[in-house]
């Protein structure tokens, strides 16, 4: 990052930002209560949380993620940088695709997850949970690259759920459905470039649509007038930490502690403790966390971040995980009573050697009823495959609406 | 494109003393190994070069004081030609008034008081007693913290062991001070302000402090911590010049059947997936081998031959992060005949002179550099070596070498303007001593640390590859994971002063990483 640039950013006076959605957030904020994502405000709910999880599951959920962390990656060795940052390879990610990825520290404990788009021949863009550009720059050394931290130049909205294609055909992006996920395009629209890309964090057919701050306000505006008749609402991060849980994606400072904030080291968790190792390719002769990776591998997980499914209908928030003869074997991570697999679901991090599927566990459920504590252990399993799976997550073209 | 034997086949990069002692440890235990050099001589920093027709002088290091007596006995240096030209010389306190001290073992001579005489023998005691447990150190592989390790957990034993077997007082008195600065130390025993200065010198020499930074007594007892058969600290003067020092250790290494190229310098390290294969010289030959060790500085080993894109993320910050800005000059003087210095009779020129006549002094000199300036009034360290050894000049004539501090890595304005200004300077202090000297100076080379860098190959021109604090000592030295010679590179290995346990000319490191190869 260029330093003038940096002086230009008057971020520190600002405690957060208003998004460039604000005055369309605000009218639709029927709660008025808000929260804070990255530098921005957020909306928890905007009318109420089932609601609006219903319409990303049944029709079109809308949700503001112009906070995301976006870094700008480019310069003759943006490739072979990216490849030594990330676990996977980033080599396989053609021009026009976008890949999930997660980096490491030298001890191959998770830093951050996030999403590689590669936006055209050797330009990339990172979008990260957590602010990486110390990281990025950390990892710079070397290459022929330059990092921009791009947050504040791109707005960004998530539009998920069956009728999404549908509402953005409408709304003038033709060949839209031919997106087939990870892909992305970018379309002409009101005298600027609207980049659209079959991406989200619900685990359904959705899209992700960035666009420069000046037209956040108008893509808003047309894509709600669109969608007015395909059950179109705003997506409050209440509803959406449904949408995620249910989908089996992981949440950094959630399901695990990023390596940079942990204190004590142990406290961090490998790609292979969550589940990860897909994304790891040992094939790549250099990448951060390599040398450690190889050696867990050999020596086996501390670890496993697992799914379960457990019995009852009672929301397992924060608890201790045991073997069918009680003793510890980890803990619970995020938890839901999950509305369409109808089922008390969660995802918990589990000692090794625990955590094979299919295993038999229990789940010490303490919860309340008019005020009064009650605790219940639940037997409960690991499962393999994710909560809500839908085939329209796939199918090109999507369905008409 | 040469083909070698690949099969246990070992590149040394780097024919400095360290690089030298390494292969020849290797080859004796059987290992066929190659050592190739940028540099058209052996020896790095231990080396003799003609500066000015007819006058040759050490380059770099320009006193013999730590080389390993092991190493000396296993590698049969003296059959291969090393002896001293003089040894045991005294150190000289210049006065500025021509009243100097002369200091040899733990005798102080001249205008003190008969309280330093005795105090200055209290301090060599603990100072010598300090060293020793230091000096234990240097022929081991450092010890990792936490590896679980049996053996680590030896080594660490034996150094806790090491301190309590000090005894009580000593004990106390070694952690008290092993980290703290050497203004303090000194301020305590002595009232001399000459003789403050002079001990000062051992406390900053070649290292980026001043004797009120921290950590400068830490220099005094590495200096004093060779494993050597002499006193502590004792200093030599090789026959021929530092250079003899290399040129014997070169001669022991071909006796073992190294094969040492001079000339190639090595472009970078080869890696073929996660392995490093070998190395590629200049001119663009491929050289294979089953592991490359490194001579060469840390920064210049990972960030420059191999490339810090080779390396963890992690790693290569740690490396970028250490510590490496030499900040001392050497002056060379070709000389018509000695001068004479003021007080000093023609035969004590043969000994260590010390410019530095108070604490005050060398703290002002480091203060310029501490911004980018040269020191208005240096303190220098000088030998006439050919007051000892008439090779090194024609005859009747003589060499003048000293270590000059301070002078930073990067001077503001650059050295290009700086230099001859900066040799104005030292030349100015220097008449101040010995009105004649530069009458009788026929020529006059000044090293600056860039030059220093240039000429030597290494990071920053600092002579020891590298800060040697206590902060990058030991397991920390040059960074963890990289402190037991081996590197997280598979295949690439360290054994130069940027490794425990330093410079110095001991090679007490390039025997250290053959021990921690051969245990592969």
């Known amino acids: 990052m260029k330093t003038n640039e940096l002086k230009a950013r008057d971020h520190f006076h600002h405690h957060v930002y208003p998004s460039p959605f604000h005055s369309r957030q605000a009218q639709a904020n029927k709660q008025n209560v808000w929260s804070r994502w990255a530098d921005y405000l957020s909306v928890p709910t905007y009318y109420d949380t089932s609601l609006e999880y219903f319409s990303a599951r049944n029709s079109c959920g809308v949700f503001d993620l112009t906070p995301m962390v976006k870094h700008r990656v480019s310069g003759p060795d943006a490739l072979a940088y990216l490849n030594r940052l990330v676990t996977r390879d980033v080599s396989k990610l053609k021009a026009g695709r976008v890949g999930y990825a997660v980096w490491c520290n030298d001890e191959g404990q998770v830093i951050d997850d996030g999403t590689i788009f590669h936006l055209s021949p050797g330009v990339y863009r990172v979008c990260s949970q957590e602010h990486q550009i110390d990281w990025f720059m950390t990892s710079a050394l070397g290459f022929d690259v330059e990092i921009v931290d791009e947050t504040h130049d791109v707005a960004g909205l998530a539009v998920q759920g069956p009728t999404s294609c549908a509402i953005l055909k409408k709304m003038g992006l033709q060949g839209v459905e031919n997106l087939t996920p990870f892909g992305m395009q970018s379309f002409a629209f009101e005298g600027t470039q609207l980049g659209v890309s079959r991406t989200g964090y619900t685990g359904d057919l959705g899209y992700e649509l960035w666009i420069d701050p000046e037209h956040a306000e108008v893509l808003w505006d047309r894509l709600f007038e669109a969608g007015k008749f395909h059950g179109i609402r705003p997506l409050g991060s209440e509803a959406l930490e449904m949408l995620r849980i249910e989908a089996g994606f992981i949440l950094a400072g959630v399901d695990f502690l990023p390596a940079q904030h942990a204190v004590r080291p142990t406290h961090t968790r490998s790609p292979l403790e969550l589940g990860l190792a897909w994304l790891v390719d040992f094939k790549k002769p250099v990448f951060t966390g390599r040398r450690a990776l190889l050696a867990e591998q050999k020596r086996g997980s501390r670890y496993a971040l697992v799914k379960l499914d457990i019995d009852g209908n009672k929301v397992a928030h924060d608890s201790y995980v045991y073997t069918r003869d009680k003793t510890f074997a980890g803990t619970i991570t995020s938890a839901m009573w999950s509305p369409s697999a109808k089922a008390s679901i969660a995802l918990a991090s589990l000692e090794a050697p625990h955590g094979k599927p299919g295993e038999e566990l229990l789940v010490e459920i303490y919860y309340q ?33 | 494109m040469t083909s070698l034997n690949k099969l246990n086949h070992i590149v040394i990069i780097g024919a400095g003393h360290n690089g030298l002692v390494c292969a020849a440890y290797l080859a004796k235990a059987g290992k066929k190994v190659t050592v190739i050099e940028a540099a058209s001589q052996v020896g790095g920093a ?25 190493i000396s006995r296993d590698l049969q240096l003296e059959s291969h030609g090393l002896s001293m030209a003089r040894k045991n010389l005294s150190t000289i306190a210049l006065g500025q008034d021509g009243e100097h001290l002369v200091v040899s073992g733990d005798q102080v001579d001249g205008k003190v008081s008969s309280a330093d005489q005795v105090a200055f023998k209290e301090y060599r005691r603990f100072m010598s007693r300090f060293a020793k447990v230091i000096g234990k150190l240097h022929n081991r592989i450092p010890p990792r913290f936490a590896s679980g390790n049996r053996s680590d957990l030896i080594q660490l034993g034996k150094l806790a062991l090491d301190i309590r077997l000090l005894g009580r007082d000593d004990m106390r008195e070694f952690l008290r001070i092993a980290g703290i600065n050497i203004y303090d130390v000194l301020q305590e025993n002595f009232n001399s302000d000459l003789l403050k200065g002079a001990l000062a010198m051992d406390g900053v020499l070649g290292a980026f402090s001043g004797p009120r930074s921290n950590n400068s007594v830490f220099t005094a007892l590495h200096r004093l911590s060779g494993n050597t058969s002499d006193p502590a600290g004792s200093l030599s003067l090789p026959r021929g010049g530092m250079g003899a020092v290399s040129d014997a250790l070169a001669s022991a290494a071909r006796k073992h059947g190294v094969q040492i190229r001079t000339s190639c310098p090595v472009a970078r390290i080869t890696m073929e997936g996660d392995r490093v294969v070998g190395v590629e010289l200049a001119n663009g030959e491929q050289v294979l081998a089953d592991a490359v060790v490194s001579n060469a500085d840390p920064k210049t080993t990972f960030l420059g031959l191999l490339g810090a894109r080779n390396l963890e993320a992690g790693f290569a910050q740690k490396i970028k992060n250490t510590r490496a800005k030499g900040n001392a000059a050497k002056l060379h003087l070709a000389l018509s005949g000695l001068p004479e210095f003021t007080g000093l009779r023609a035969e004590q020129l043969g000994e260590r002179l010390v410019i530095a006549p108070d604490l005050h002094y060398i703290e002002k000199a480091f203060n310029h550099c501490k911004y980018g300036e040269y020191s208005a009034r240096p303190a220098l360290e000088i030998v006439f070596p050919s007051v000892s050894d008439a090779s090194l000049a024609p005859a009747g004539h003589h060499v003048m070498s000293a270590i000059v501090q301070y002078a930073p890595h990067e001077l503001k304005g650059g050295w290009a303007a700086g230099k001859s200004a900066f040799t104005d300077v030292v030349l100015d202090l220097l008449e101040q001593y010995a009105p004649d000297i530069r009458s009788k100076a026929v020529m006059a080379e000044m090293l600056t640390p860039l030059d220093i860098e240039r000429e030597f190959r290494m990071t920053g021109g600092h002579w020891h590859h590298g800060e040697l604090s206590l902060d990058q000592f030991l397991m920390l030295r040059p960074v963890p994971g990289a402190a037991q010679y081996a590197t997280p590179v598979n295949g690439l290995y360290l054994c130069g002063a940027g490794s425990h346990p330093g410079g110095g000319v001991m090679g007490s490191a390039g025997r250290n990483a053959a021990k921690a190869l051969l245990a592969r």
């Open chain 1, 369 to 401: 009823r008019e005020l009064k504590w009650n605790r219940v252990m639940a037997p409960c399993r690991v499962v393999e495959s994710v909560f809500w799976d839908p085939p329209r997550k796939r199918l090109t073209p999507p369905a008409d609406f």
């Open chain 2, 46 to 70: 231990a080396a003799t070069r003609e500066f000015a027709p007819g006058f040759r002088v050490s380059s770099c290091a320009h006193l013999l004081t730590m080389l390993d007596k092991d």
